[in-house]
């Protein structure tokens, strides 16, 4: 089944350690967002891929940085993780011009910063 | 101002009865989408229903139905004989935004409960 994967499932990390996380898709979609969720909280957008093209969020912290090396991989780097940044990230696809333009989620990892 | 609202934060429900998840949603743009969005314990974010601006259908999905009224700037999420397994966090999104540049702005969600 195409689907929208995410590894892994459960991260945990010093502070200030770098950490990446990694998503993969097979759907072939030419969009990849990240999102960040906290706690009890709606997920918030962090940046997106549209193709190559970088779209960052004004308010994403410089702390996160991102790379999308081919169509079905994108990652999310923490450079120097607080404890403020555990959390749900969750990965998500969509297909531009596609009806609906829906996107589709991966299982999220969880982030745990010690 | 609140681009999308979920006013219910919780909801426990009669397994098998029908259940309504409301949504109010705010924007000027004349084209624009309504999700909504399950997500269990486990975390990963189900894609359940969408319903576009332009469309003059209520949408469904199998037990799913969307209640879009546009004029009241609502778009609540119906589920037809509840199952104990629709315990989750339900989210509602609006997609805005131009080519290439779409967001997607998810409300506070409401946590629904099915009891036995």
């Known amino acids: 089944d195409a689907m929208v994967i995410q590894n892994p499932r459960y991260q945990v990390t010093q502070f200030g350690k770098p950490v990446t996380l990694s998503c993969s898709q097979t759907?072939?979609?030419?969009?990849m967002y990240w999102y960040q969720q906290k706690s009890s909280q709606a997920p918030k957008l962090l940046f997106h891929?549209?193709?190559?093209?970088?779209?960052n969020e004004a308010d994403t912290p410089d702390n996160f940085q991102s790379r999308r090396p081919n169509t079905s991989f994108c990652f999310l780097d923490i450079r120097s993780p607080g404890l403020g940044d555990a959390a749900m990230y969750l990965c998500?696809?969509?297909?531009?011009?596609?009806?609906?333009?829906?996107?589709?989620f991966g299982p999220g990892t969880r982030l745990l910063v010690l | 101002a609140q681009k999308i609202t979920q006013t219910q934060p919780g909801m426990f429900v009669q397994e098998k009865e029908a259940v309504t998840l409301d949504c109010t949603y705010d924007?000027?743009?004349?084209?624009?989408?309504l999700f909504w969005y399950k997500q269990p314990s486990s975390g990963e974010m189900i894609f359940l229903i969408y319903?576009?601006?332009?469309?003059?259908q209520n949408a469904t999905e199998g037990r799913y139905s969307l209640n879009f009224q546009k004029a009241r700037k609502s778009a609540n999420l119906v589920i037809s004989a509840s199952q104990l397994g629709d315990s989750a966090m339900y989210f509602c999104?609006?997609?805005?935004?131009?080519?290439?540049?779409?967001?997607?702005?998810f409300g506070t969600g409401t946590r629904l409960t099915i009891i036995p």
């Open positions: 998500a696809t969509s297909d531009q011009g596609a009806p609906g333009e829906t996107q589709y």
């Open positions: 759907l072939n979609h030419n969009v």
């Open positions: 891929y549209y193709d190559k093209d970088f779209n």
């Open positions: 924007t000027s743009d004349p084209s624009y989408g």
């Open positions: 319903q576009g601006s332009y469309d003059q």
């Open positions: 999104a609006m997609r805005e935004g131009n080519f290439g540049n779409e967001k997607l702005t």
